[in-house]
């Protein structure tokens, strides 16, 4: 007596009665796994797997690339301002004869006017 018992793709397993006496009550399992078709699967995964690490380090390349520039923007930026800060001062000093105290107590008191005063110490 022999049944299939599944139809894998890579293994085919069936049921085999012995051909024994019929007091004998054994079962036997046959498993036949197929080589071929076991090693094109395996290469089938390898190749998702590989495609999926190609794509995660190019994510990771173009997220890097991006944090790297976003920080250059944000230097590039501090330093247009402390520069255009730092005109604004002189040409302020200059044309107006306002010192840099008067600058200074100016900023404190608008930042006091702001966000109010200053905790004490």
């Known amino acids: ?29 046959i ?27 190019s994510v990771a390349k173009n997220a890097s690339e991006g944090i790297d520039g976003m920080t250059a923007s944000m230097v590039k930026g501090s330093l247009a301002g402390n520069l255009l800060a730092e005109a604004i001062k002189g040409a302020a000093e200059e044309d107006f004869g306002v010192s ?7 900023e404190s008191r608008l930042v006091s006017a702001v966000l109010g005063p200053a905790p004490r110490a």
């Open 100 to 106: 840099a105290k008067g600058i200074r107590d100016f």
């Open 1 to 29: 007596m022999v049944g299939k018992l599944s139809a894998h793709p890579v293994c085919e397993s069936r049921a085999e009665a012995p051909q024994h006496t019929a007091s004998d009550n054994k079962l036997e399992l």
């Open 31 to 57: 498993i036949e796994v197929l080589a071929d078709k076991a090693n094109a699967q395996i290469k089938g995964v390898n190749q998702s797997l590989a495609g999926i690490e190609r794509t995660a380090v």
